[in-house]
């Protein structure tokens, strides 16, 4: 009996996740704090508690809220533990908090088999839609025909009239058209043949190319794709045979190649199909995929038909039906005064470009396209605060972000339902939840329900306890906001009214990751200068981060030698630089250029080359294909670096800046005599007040081969001290020429242009 009864003491021992001793960690406490950093966190513990308590290096930077009621300091200590993909060490006699990297791995494989899990769903639902009608017949085309028809005259239309309302509903009619299309009937039936796994593994950010004859850099298709793809091209035929040609000259019956101006419907019938490429993007803006299948002609290598797909995963739903019932969860004036401070900062990144796959499902995403925001407009002003929020604002590593709104929610349901609480919020729930509190009051069933759909949360409660982690825990751990790095940019503009390109490409390098639609950081920028947010920090958000990155990591020796107009060897480059361009070149939306010869060497004696052009409906302008088995290591890297007069633009408060060239003005005034485009772009009419400045714009061209490179500009100006805010009449005269001739210019493209503002003043 002896014996055993030791046994059993032993075993009990060993199932603690704390390793300590029980004297020490049975003390109760009782301690309530909103989301902190973790090492104050564990410092109140350890006065509570009596243990020296303290993190190690890998959890460092995580936030932790919490709300313990009279629990043993070891139940506090396991639950910490659980919440954070964490475990206790015992160390210099107390305890410290470390994650390992098998606990990364197993966040980040659960993760992926998550999101394998809702894009299986979603695809089998896809699929089974699809399978309804086994072959489109000529009614079923001439259906599609006529949705296509009305789709891109509703896009034409919306163009024309401009705003985000009409655009919105447009995109999102023509995600609905690709599932009917030839085009996207044959993805859904490619995917749901592939293993889900390497669909889920897809990041944020990344592009796959399936292929039916895979190049080093592609991924070979499934077995059964030569079958789907004949299928494919004969409903294709069935409906370019019904459609016609459409407004733009082309198939109307595919809308993908449409909308890249693709090639005459005629190829198709005529060409002989080689090499099919399906395309998988997972950008940073949604959760979705999107997806493009282009057949190329075996002889020619030009595309001979395309089609999209935008597969977006279902979110979970939850019943709200008692909601009504409860009492609301109360919130701070605290929060209440952030989640004001959010309508009016909010509007989103200004896209370069307009890609109707950007957009998330319901509401307003803050996107905008062709420069109208898709929701409340872009505020052009610094939001006004009072001295206590800018204090917060410009010190979020003093004053904790998610310490607001999520904070009081959470806290405010495991007070009502009497539980104890462990959350670990992600970056990104900050904003969200804010927004959904500025609409009124939140009761307990939707503070969960909104959590697990909308809020990316994994909230579990059990015996007396609520315990939150981030749905995605690894991405929320790679798209952490660094509170130290952010605070020193904030105070950086605030001080400066502006960022240098070496401030900017500091702090690209203090994450793994972004959040474009959610970001604490971008966010907090819109609140002090909403122009520098849009108009430089954004290019952090589209498609420069990895080349403002790659700046970082010049040496100085490698500047010296790219300003002196010295090449610098693409093999003499470090691992992490190599990676940033692999990552440009085959992950980027806006890839490598690929000129393709359209003709002959010119005879021999004559100065001029081969005809080359730029070709994005040919197999050789595809990345993987022009650059077959990664980048190669005998290019190199050129840098032409440029300065001119510029002037920063402001309205006549002096707030809202903006630099602009003497081009970029003239856009901005041409524009803003057009009702049309102005309505558009709501800053070119605003500006009436102009400093002089020296912009400097930095042409980096990455030479892979003789035909591919890969162009990237960063751009670095600086106001001249001396000079003074005056009007645009009192700018000096070559500089107002040059913005009147670009002015006229763009006039004589625009249709509906008001008359000519007169001359300028001498």
């Known amino acids: 009996m002896r014996l055993t009864f030791r046994l059993i003491i032993l075993a009990a021992g060993a199932c603690s996740s704390v390793l300590g001793f029980a004297q020490d960690l049975n003390r109760r406490i009782t301690y309530s704090s909103p989301a902190a950093p973790i090492a104050k966190v564990l410092a ?151 293993p889900i796994q390497s669909l889920a593994e897809l990041g944020p950010g990344t592009r796959t190319v399936f ?56 190829r198709l019938q005529t060409g002989r199909p080689g090499k099919t490429l399906l395309v998988v993007t997972r950008n940073e803006m949604m959760d979705g995929l999107q997806c493009q299948i282009t057949v190329y002609d075996a002889q020619t290598g030009d595309a001979m038909t395309s089609g999209f797909l935008v597969l977006t995963p279902d979110p979970p739903t939850e019943s709200t039906a008692k909601a009504d019932a409860e009492k609301p969860i109360p919130i701070s004036d605290l929060s209440k005064q952030f989640s004001k401070l959010v309508g009016g900062a909010s509007g989103g990144l200004v896209a370069a470009t307009a890609s109707f796959v950007a957009l998330a499902d319901g509401g307003s995403t803050g996107i905008e396209v062709f420069g109208a925001p898709l929701g409340a407009p872009a505020a052009n002003k610094p939001t006004e605060l009072t001295a206590d929020w800018r204090e917060r604002i410009l010190n979020p590593d003093k004053f904790e972000p998610l310490s607001t709104v999520p904070s009081d929610i959470y806290l405010g349901l495991a007070k009502m339902k009497e539980r104890n609480l462990v959350a670990a919020f992600p970056d990104s729930c900050l904003l969200p939840t804010a927004r959904r509190v500025a609409q009124g009051d939140i009761r307990p069933t939707e503070a969960f329900a909104k959590g697990r759909e909308s809020w990316k949360l994994d909230i579990t409660e059990t015996d007396g306890w609520i315990v939150i982690r981030p749905a995605e825990r690894h991405t929320a751990r790679e798209q952490q906001v660094d509170r130290p790095a952010l605070g020193t940019l904030l105070k950086a503009l605030a001080a400066n009214g502006r960022l240098t390109l070496d401030e900017l490409a500091t702090y690209a390098l203090t994450a793994e990751a972004i959040n474009p639609l959610n970001g604490i950081d971008f966010f907090y920028m819109r609140i002090l200068d909403p122009a520098t947010a849009d108009r430089q920090f954004s290019s952090v958000f589209q498609g420069n981060r990895q080349m403002l990155q790659f700046y970082g990591l010049l040496g100085s020796s490698q500047k010296t030698s790219l300003g002196a107009g010295r090449p610098l060897p693409l093999a003499g480059l470090s691992q992490r630089q190599r990676d940033l361009v692999h990552s440009m070149v085959y992950h980027s939306m806006d890839g490598p250029r690929v000129d393709i010869p359209t003709g002959p060497p010119a005879p021999r004696g004559q100065n001029q080359g081969p005809q080359q052009r730029v070709a994005r409906t040919n197999l050789q302008s595809e990345r993987t294909e022009a650059l077959p088995t990664g980048v190669p290591t005998s290019g190199f890297l050129n840098l032409r670096i440029e300065s001119e007069t510029a002037v920063l633009a402001t309205d006549a408060n002096g707030s809202g800046g903006q630099y602009l060239t003497a081009e970029a003005l003239g856009r901005q005034r041409a524009m803003a005599s057009n009702p049309q485009f102005a309505a558009l772009f709501p800053d070119s009419g605003r500006f009436d007040r102009f400093r002089l400045a020296r912009q400097t714009t930095y042409r980096f061209r990455f030479d892979f081969t003789r035909s591919v490179t890969l162009n990237r500009n960063l751009v670095d100006a600086r106001v001249d001290p001396n000079s003074q805010a005056v009007a645009y009449e009192d700018l000096p005269r070559d500089f107002r020429r040059e913005a009147e001739a670009q002015a006229s210019r763009v006039r004589a493209f625009v249709p509906g242009q008001s008359a000519d503002p007169p001359p300028p003043r001498p």
């Open 211 to 266: 292929s039916t004859r895979p190049t080093a850099m592609q991924e070979p298709m499934p077995g059964g794709a030569s079958r789907i793809i004949d299928k494919y091209l004969d409903e294709q035929r069935t409906v370019e045979k019904l459609a016609g040609t459409g407004p733009l000259g082309v198939s109307t019956g595919d809308v993908a190649m449409l909308m890249q101006g693709g090639p005459s419907r005629e």
């Open 44 to 194: 109140d513990l350890t006065t509570a508690g009596g243990v020296l308590l303290r993190t190690g290096t890998q959890a460092k930077g995580d936030i932790l809220c919490v709300r313990f009621e009279a629990v043993t300091l070891r139940e506090a200590m396991d639950k910490i533990a659980e919440s954070l993909d964490a475990e206790w060490k015992d160390s210099e006699g107390g305890f410290l908090l470390t994650r390992t990297a098998t606990a990364e791995l197993k966040a980040k494989r659960e993760e992926i088999a998550a999101r394998a899990k809702v894009l299986g769903a979603s695809i089998k639902k896809l699929s089974e839609d699809v399978e309804q009608t086994p072959t489109l017949t000529e009614t079923e085309a001439q259906k599609v025909v006529e949705e296509s028809r009305r789709q891109m005259e509703s896009l034409m239309r919306g163009a024309r009239a401009g705003g985000g309302g009409g655009m919105t509903q447009t995109v999102r009619g023509l995600r609905q058209m690709g599932q009917s299309q030839p085009g996207g009937r044959a993805i859904v039936r490619i995917l749901s043949e592939m």
